[in-house]
């Protein structure tokens, strides 16, 4: 080798040697990053976008939209400051604004902008999601409910039941932070459909926390309750007999179990969270009746005496963020506390008009009832035991109701997949603090003049009292809710986040478990370790409607989707997932009726 030659050669060497070094550097200050700007985004965006609202079609921490080619400009385009939406409106002070109000403008800091600047001129990393963290095998979670399930009590045994986050934790795209969101969302759920008097927060079986061991009693529900439950469940399956380290734990944990053994090892939790907040699971747990007449009466609130003596306070709003019409609130004292029910219109007009008839709506007074409102249908939000909240929607008569009818209220945020306000989920998101603060205004301009009816008016529209129960009522809920959620939220970087600055976690969950579904995503849900075990080219998979997941359709149309329900939805007892698991070989589909299981 010539001098020249070795020279070249040994210089190639060391730029070699010195990238392999930079390299790992490199990576962390892409992680440094995109934590920093993750962590500005959190904290001053995600309220609007990404959470329970969704304005501009933002999603701040979901990359794919993020990064998605749009008419106009990206919202961030990488490396490129000025081709970014969102670098333009933070760096004109146009955002964010007011969570109050969503007009006001509240600039990012300095340094704040030099973050999000400093990001999208480095390429705009993603925050690392879960391709650090160890993979957990079905056997895995067998073992451990096998091991958890020896050690259980006789009396322990029929009331013991595991709800599973493996296949988010084993799914790359899913961050640490929505990790912990997930596990909170589980314990508000389970806690919000509680008939108990305690807040219960589940335990985990395993140092991953991914599988969560409750107990029934805790949240006074009966097994039957359980098992209609699972009626529902289109996820359910023993090992196939080709798998045969599964099999034996299953047959395992029967033995230990016994007749105890409804042969759902575990039921995955965000579906559970996703599903059991809406109608008519949610409705089960909690018991709610037909009629508001027989929620009152077992709550202890007699509406009617309220009326008539005036022992209530209420509040009226023009202008709602729920209805379309104007509004009125009254809050009556029930067992365990609060008691909120809402009074909505269709129209404005005649007895719908609150400025005029700002009474009602019946107060057994022929003179009052002169100036008594006619509704159209109502919220009812109550204290459940625990003190968290439970709701009921009606009609005008009364009747419970599963959605609220559109002419009359609307979910903006669409946490249902629709504007329609589902009762359960929609209310949980709404009332993500508590009761939502509102100024009453029917008590300043209303047009009654007769003195025994503006006494009346004077004596339930008071103002100042409505306002010490809001804010009662909220902080009495931001106690029980830190209680709940807080145990998985306030932990590391976030100890001293107040628990009102997240991210309300069942409508994160709900929004994310309906979401479109990917390669990764069903590898996951099934077990699998990567998306080549899923074999999207086999013939009877293709059957199965799998085939828009395969590679060649990466860069597909936006339309070319495959949909939560095309998986999920139960057709005689069974889903495509019933299917897809019979396929590969990972079981046999366990399909329910009337709470019993079949095979």
């Known amino acids: ?146 091991d958890d399930t020896r050690r259980l009590d006789r009396r322990d045994k029929p009331n013991r039941k595991y709800l599973s986050l493996v296949n988010l934790h084993n799914n790359p795209n899913v961050t640490n932070y929505n990790l912990r969101l997930y596990r909170a969302a589980l314990s508000k759920t389970l806690n919000s459909l509680s008939l108990s008097d305690q807040i219960e927060v589940p335990e985990a079986i395993d140092e991953h926390e991914t599988v ?87 709550l202890g609130v007699d509406r009617e005496d309220d009326l008539e003596d005036g022992d209530f306070v209420r509040g009226g709003v023009l202008v709602s963020g729920i209805s379309s019409q104007n509004r009125i609130l009254d809050r009556h004292s029930s067992n365990f506390g609060s008691y909120w029910i809402s009074y909505d219109f269709s129209v404005e007009a005649g007895r719908g008009n609150i400025s005029r008839f700002p009474l009602g709506p019946d107060h057994n007074d022929d003179t009052l009832n002169r100036f008594a409102f006619k509704h159209d249908g109502g919220e009812i939000v109550f204290r459940l035991p625990n003190g968290l909240q439970g709701y009921m929607l009606t009609d005008g008569e009364g009747n419970r109701i599963d959605k609220g009818p559109t002419n009359i209220v609307a979910d903006n945020s669409r946490v249902s997949g629709t504007t329609e306000i589902i009762n359960g989920l929609s209310c949980i998101t709404c009332h993500k603090h508590g009761m939502k603060p509102f100024d009453d205004v029917v008590s300043f301009t209303h047009g009654v003049r007769d003195p025994d009816v503006v006494e009346m008016i004077e004596t339930i529209y008071d103002v100042d009292e409505i306002q010490k129960h809001l804010r009662r009522d909220q902080q009495e809920h931001l106690v029980l809710l830190k209680r709940t959620i807080g145990p998985f939220l306030q932990i590391e970087e976030d100890k001293d986040t107040p628990i009102e600055k997240f991210p309300e976690p069942i409508s994160l969950v709900a929004r994310e478990y309906d979401q479109n579904m990917t390669a990764t995503e069903m590898a996951c849900e099934l077990g699998l370790k990567s998306t080549d075990e899923l074999r999207l080219n086999d013939p009877d998979l293709i059957d199965l409607g799998l085939g828009l997941l395969r590679d060649e359709f990466k860069d597909r149309p936006a339309d070319l989707v495959y949909k939560r329900a095309m998986f999920d939805t139960l057709v005689d007892g069974q889903s495509v997932f019933h299917e897809v698991i019979r396929e590969l070989g990972i079981g046999v589909p366990i399909r329910r009726s009337g709470g019993l299981t079949s095979e």
Not at 95 to 124: C, F, Q, R
């Open 1 to 146: 080798m010539s001098g020249f030659t070795h020279q070249v050669y040994c210089r190639l060497v060391l730029l070699g040697l010195a990238c392999l070094a930079a390299s790992p550097a490199v990576a962390e200050d892409d992680a440094e990053l995109a934590d920093a700007a993750f962590t500005v985004f959190k904290a001053r965006c995600y309220a609007c976008h990404g959470g329970e609202e969704t304005y501009s079609g933002l999603r701040i921490l979901d990359g794919d939209v993020l990064f998605a080619n749009r008419t106009g400009k990206a919202f961030v385009t990488k490396g490129d400051v000025e081709g970014s939406k969102i670098w333009e409106v933070i760096q004109d002070d146009n955002m964010p604004v007011s969570p109050d109000d969503y007009v006001t403008p509240v600039p990012l800091s300095e340094d704040e902008k030099a973050t999000i600047k400093k990001w999208i001129e480095g390429g705009a990393p993603m925050p690392k999601g879960g391709s650090q963290r160890e993979f957990i095998s079905r056997v895995q979670v067998l073992e451990w409910i096998d």
């Open 212 to 298: 969560f061991r409750i107990d029934l009693d805790d949240y006074g529900w009966t097994v039957e309750k359980w098992a209609t439950m699972l009626d529902n469940y289109p996820y359910g399956f023993s090992p196939d007999s080709r798998q045969d380290e599964e099999l034996e734990l299953f047959r395992l944990i029967e033995q230990n179990l016994g007749a105890n053994f409804d042969r759902f090892p575990t039921v995955r939790a965000d579906w559970f969270i996703a599903r059991a907040t809406r109608p008519e699971i949610y409705h089960m747990f909690l018991d709610i009746p037909d009629n508001v007449s027989d929620l009152e009466q077992r």
